[in-house]
């Protein structure tokens, strides 16, 4: 067993939503999970060989609910990536299975930083929607004076368009009372606002302005990781170099990117699971590898990310 993954895990609970949750609609741009395969694992056949098998015969992408042989009640997912590395999970024991063949991620410090940065014109650094993972934040922060030294001009926020205003607001005049409008208005959990607060101010100190990616209108009439897209192409175009911070599902540049998320904007709410084109996978289409930085804050995994920080 390799170490922990959350992508791999997060693939694993997506698997779970699919076998049993009822079959609807699944949103613009959204792929759904095909779980009707006619393979099995065989005996005594190795996790690397099955795999394999798998993916030569089904092709890239996600696909679970695959039988074992000797126990039908046993079941696995397996995930085919375009590089041909594959992720074999099984979905009975909850765990996570085991990740072969993936390109490995160049570790990154703050002191070698610099020398990765150079050359791109933006860089998303991947963090993890979760309490246990605010040093995500702060390696970001510490991460922002070293961005404005090799020429990064803006900072992009996972945050929806809509409070563009109100954080310009606070960037103008960081006072008591703009500080507490920015809590009182933002959607989002304490902590999560403590770590944006953190980064807008080392913006203010960098004179790096922010820009509000998202577009969490239930009307869009795109995807939402299409619209981030467009915003950084706009600081592109201007002349611009964009450093964003974001979820970790958008932070990628495989096809497809399995997102969870909380409730009716995202935020708050029941758990939902989509397969969505990650941001990642945009910017590395429209600009290529060698000005494209994709950074995995939460660890060294073996995904789809150039580059990580453990």
């Not at 015969?57 to 996600?62: F, K, P, Q, T, W």
């Not at 960098?206 to 897209?229: A, Q, W």
Request: glycine residues 8%.
């Amino acid at each position: 067993m390799k170490d922990r993954n959350p992508l791999r895990d997060s693939l694993l609970y997506s698997a779970l939503v699919v076998m049993l949750s009822s079959c609807a609609a699944a949103p613009a741009g959204v792929r759904s999970i095909n779980i009707s395969n006619p393979i099995e694992r065989l005996i005594n056949e190795s996790l690397y060989n099955f795999g394999k098998r798998v993916c030569g015969s089904l092709g890239e992408g996600i696909h679970p609910m695959i039988s074992d042989v000797q126990d039908k009640t046993t079941f696995y997912q397996v995930v085919c990536e375009e590089h041909g590395g594959f992720d074999v999970i099984n979905l009975n024991e909850y765990t996570a299975g085991e990740r072969f063949d993936y390109p490995q991620p160049l570790k990154l410090t703050l002191e070698t930083l610099l020398d990765y940065v150079k050359k791109k014109k933006v860089i998303l650094f991947g963090e993890d929607h979760d309490k246990s993972r605010r040093k995500d934040a702060g390696i970001f922060v510490s991460y922002i004076p070293k961005l404005k030294e090799t020429g990064f001009t803006h900072l992009g926020l996972e945050i929806d368009r809509d409070y563009q205003g109100l954080i310009d607001q606070y960037v103008g005049n960081p006072n008591t009372e703009n500080r507490q409008r920015l809590f009182s208005q933002l959607p989002y959990y304490q902590f999560t606002m403590e770590d944006i607060l953190m980064i807008i101010n080392q913006a203010i100190r960098t004179g790096m302005p922010i820009v509000c990616l998202d577009n969490l209108d239930p009307k869009r009439d795109k995807p939402r990781d299409e619209h981030m897209k467009i915003k950084i192409d706009t600081v592109l175009k201007n002349g611009g170099k964009v450093a964003a911070f974001l979820g970790g599902a958008h932070t990628r540049w495989s096809k497809e990117s399995e997102f969870q998320y909380w409730g009716d904007k995202n935020i708050r709410g029941s758990v939902q699971s989509l397969l969505i084109k990650p941001l990642g996978r945009y910017l590395v289409e429209a600009y290529g590898t060698d000005t494209v930085g994709l950074v995995d804050l939460t660890g060294c995994y073996d995904s789809y990310v150039f580059a990580c920080v453990e």
